[in-house]
């Protein structure tokens, strides 16, 4: 049986499976929601969340917590990058710059946005490095993104305080620095354009965050955030 053969079959049987209802999963696991799992309605293979919460989920990294708006965070990356300006020399600041530095260099060759279809999500997660290395996006940016939810996060008592969370709210933040790409072709009334951005959500957000994550955990545990202060701004 070659390879070719056998992904068709296990994807005909995965569809299968997803096309079939099962009575075991008759709710949604967040609670007050009264939906169905999405395994228990012939919509997929989720055993945890009907459809609304499980995009809710794979968009922001928490099935019921909301991203964090750019009024709320913006502040906070201000500051974290304002502190990293001013200690630059410090050996963990210089450090973890250098990691983030790193990848972007061993992201791989820069991927079209239009050309990101079959790809892997680790593969998709290399390309939006490459991109933010192609429109030279500050290293610091990317890590002043990481000290920002950590530090809003501390500010905030109803805070969704699971890792993935983190890593999918730093993750959007980099992947808004270069998200797409562009095209102009012509002059005048005959000028064609192409504007192709990449969805951001699912695994491609969670291995951008964990690689983030990574680059910055030393420097995280060795300069406490209470030393990185930003305004608080209410929440309604």
């Known amino acids: 049986m070659t390879n070719w053969t056998a992904m068709r079959e296990r994807k005909a049987e995965v569809k299968g499976r997803a096309n079939e209802p099962s009575a075991m999963f ?5 609670v007050g929601c009264s ?14 969340f009907c459809r ?22 913006n502040p906070y990356r201000a500051a ?6 001013a200690n630059q020399s410090d050996t963990y600041v210089a450090n973890t710059v250098d990691r983030v530095a790193t990848l972007l260099r061993t992201a791989g060759p820069h991927v079209e946005a ?20 192609r429109a030279g996006i500050d290293p610091r940016r990317m890590v002043a993104a990481w000290l920002a939810v950590e530090m809003i996060i501390r500010d905030d008592p109803q ?26 072709w012509g002059e005048g ?25 990574k680059a910055c955990e030393l420097l995280i545990e060795k300069h406490r955030l209470p030393a ?3 305004p608080k701004k209410d929440r309604a």
């Open 26 to 30: 008759t709710r949604c696991r967040v």
């Open 159 to 184: 805070a969704e305080r699971k890792t993935e969370f983190k890593q999918v709210q730093a993750a959007k933040l980099i992947h808004r620095m270069a998200s797409g790409t562009h095209k102009r």
């Open 35 to 48: 939906r169905p799992a999405r395994a228990g309605t012939g919509d997929g293979l989720d055993t945890r």
């Open 228 to 230: 990185l202060e930003a």
């Open 114 to 133: 239009f050309r990101l279809r079959g790809l892997s999500p680790q593969e998709r997660a290399k390309a939006a490095w490459a991109r933010l290395r």
């Open 52 to 73: 609304a919460h499980a995009d809710h989920y794979a968009r922001h990294g928490s099935p019921y917590r909301a991203s964090y708006g750019a009024r709320e965070i």
């Open 189 to 213: 009334p005959t000028t064609t354009e192409l504007h192709v951005y990449p969805r951001p959500r699912g695994r491609v957000l969670r291995h951008i965050g964990e690689a983030l994550e």
């Open 80 to 85: 974290a990058l304002a502190w990293l300006e």
